[in-house]
């Protein structure tokens, strides 16, 4: 969940401050003075101070960062700290979720008796099994994605896989969690990270 820090409150204040102030009211022959042209000037510096230095705080705020795990690169928020899991390719933790990532061969995939000729099949295969029989899994940009809720000790989360086909003889699942509560408002990050996916085979 993002929030403007108090520092860009203040910052706004300022400028609004500067830009209209009541208290101001200068006669006919001070308007046009030096010393009111000067003022003018001096204002005009402050008020473009402010503003560089808000635009510049909330541009820090939405900053995202290139991760690059096996043959798998993407764009994912910094507010994301890199962790470990088992059976996990890679694996992410943010103060509101996590983010991960599973690699699974396609020959491998046939051991398990698994058919998968594409990655609607594959990602239809995956939900049954690890999800649910009621869920729909829809197409977008040349991937698939499903979503789902989970209840974890007594804790409401959403949840949304994302599958891939790596061209390169593998699958993968990303997935996201969150808290239900904020999924809303998380879920275009989401899908951007997914649009930020990019397979690097050599």
């Known amino acids: 969940m993002h929030r403007l820090p108090a520092v860009h409150y203040y910052l706004t204040k300022m400028c609004f401050q500067l830009i209209i102030n009541k208290d101001e009211i200068y006669s006919f022959n001070e308007r046009f003075s030096f010393r009111f042209v000067m003022k003018l000037i001096k204002k005009a510096v402050l ?11 909330t541009a820090c705020g939405s900053e995202t960062k290139t991760i690059k795990e096996a043959n798998m690169k993407m764009e994912l928020s910094k507010q ?11 694996y992410y933790t943010s103060p ?5 990532g599973v ?24 939900t049954r099994v690890n999800i ?3 869920k729909t899994v829809k197409q977008k940009n040349g991937y698939c ?5 989970k209840v974890i000790s007594g804790t409401d989360f959403s949840y949304i896989n994302f599958f891939f086909d790596d061209n390169a003889g ?11 509560e904020i999924y809303n408002e998380e879920e ?8 930020s996916v990019e397979f690097i085979n050599e």
């Open 170 to 180: 593998s699958y993968w699942v990303v997935s996201f969690a969150c808290y239900k």
């Open 132 to 134: 649910g029989t009621n």
């Open 47 to 57: 008020i473009s101070l402010c503003m560089i230095m808000l635009l510049s705080l």
């Open 80 to 90: 994301y700290k890199k962790g470990s899991l088992e059976n996990a390719t890679w």
């Open 145 to 149: 994605y499903v979503k789902y809720n």
């Open 103 to 126: 690699k699974t061969s396609q020959n491998d995939l046939e051991k398990t008796g698994l058919e998968a000729n594409s990655i609607q099949d594959y990602a239809e295969a995956y």
């Open 96 to 100: 509101d979720g996590v983010a991960m």
């Open 188 to 195: 275009s990050s989401f899908f951007a990270s997914a649009d």
